[in-house]
């Protein structure tokens, strides 16, 4: 008898699992109007699938999983965290996520969208050549000029600048050339004079100048030359207007709280991403109340004796010739 109870206690009970219920997910590119998405997105509607269409080969494998994120979806939790840069967890309570997928969603569209930087990125081709000169001459009478150069630097989760970001812009505010990958510390000049620019510029391909700062030792402000120096301000400040409408159209990038790997990879997106929005006519919010673009402190200028001495011979030629 006591054998026959034992063999009863320990009968294997088969276990019973509960059905998985998901909830409901919002779906904001129906439910929101145009103006509304380019308040919450920074983009429209056709934008928006524009985007997803873009990323669609990266990303569709991981949407055949049972109740997975849509391509779409992906595209507005990241377009979301991008616009106003707050928290991962603040941004799933929005979209109906957790704060795990947010973080993953994020990092996965970033590395596709940064992916898209040559597609999108690129310097005036010999037939794009004249058009930039001439835009850009017709900002400040600047000859010659065939784009702007400038290093920002971004703040980490510490407060501190981790990562120096060069950018080269043009006169209607498109990024035609980016290096991101150095830290904070780099100083401007060095990161132009190890880039695959600088060499493209000492080949003399494209044939023209990019105007930079006093940072920079192909072309020092001098004070004597008054003319000079205000047609060099009046075109360089197209690097600088490039630089505040990149901040004020993502938000997020005032104040990364990554690691310094997943930031290069959003701000390479952001890149991209600024120059769909500058070819494709999008809005910029008017009514920004984000933090205002950190202030740098200018950089004293660092030369190299070969490079400041052609540096002064270009630009005393430029003064004698055109002003």
Not at 148 to 164: F, L, Q
Not at 206 to 221: F, K, Q, T
Not at 288 to 299: K, L, M, S, T, Y
Request: glycine share 6%; net charge positive.
């Amino acid at each position: 008898a006591d054998i026959h109870m034992a063999a009863i206690v320990h009968r294997y009970h088969r276990r019973r699992y509960r059905q998985r219920v998901h909830a409901e997910r919002a779906k904001p590119l129906e439910q929101y109007t145009s103006e509304e998405l380019y308040a919450r997105f920074c983009f429209g509607r056709d934008d928006i699938k524009y985007i997803a269409d873009l990323v669609r080969p990266t990303l569709q494998h991981q949407t055949q999983r049972s109740h997975a994120l849509s391509v779409e979806e992906q595209c507005l939790i990241t377009l979301c965290f991008y616009a106003c840069g707050t928290f991962y967890q603040v941004i799933g309570d929005n979209m109906g996520v957790r704060k795990a997928t947010v973080s993953n969603v994020v990092k996965a569209m970033s590395v596709a969208l940064g992916s898209l930087i040559n597609q999108f990125v690129s310097f005036p081709k010999d037939d794009q050549t004249a058009q930039t000169k001439h835009k850009l001459f017709q900002m400040g009478n600047m000859p010659s000029t065939i784009g702007a150069i400038d290093c920002t630097r971004y703040v980490n989760r510490k407060g501190r600048h981790s990562i120096n970001i060069q950018l080269v812009g043009n006169a209607d505010l498109i990024i035609t050339n980016c290096v991101v990958k150095w830290p904070g510390s780099g100083h401007d000049a060095r990161i132009l004079r190890e880039s695959a620019l600088y060499r493209e510029l000492q080949s003399h391909r494209p044939n023209g100048m990019v105007l930079g700062d006093s940072a920079y030792p192909l072309l020092a402000n001098n004070p004597e030359q008054a003319r000079f120096n205000s047609s060099h301000c009046k075109t360089r400040c197209a690097i600088e207007r490039l630089n505040g409408v990149l901040k004020r159209r993502f938000a997020c990038l005032n104040y990364l709280r990554v690691q310094p790997k997943v930031a290069c990879n959003i701000i390479l997106a952001c890149i991209v991403l600024h120059n769909i929005a500058t070819r494709r006519h999008v809005p910029l919010d008017d009514n920004f109340d984000g933090p205002e673009p950190d202030v740098e402190p200018e950089q004293p200028p660092m030369f190299l004796p070969n490079e400041g001495h052609t540096g002064h011979a270009i630009r005393d030629a430029i003064v004698r010739n055109y002003f």
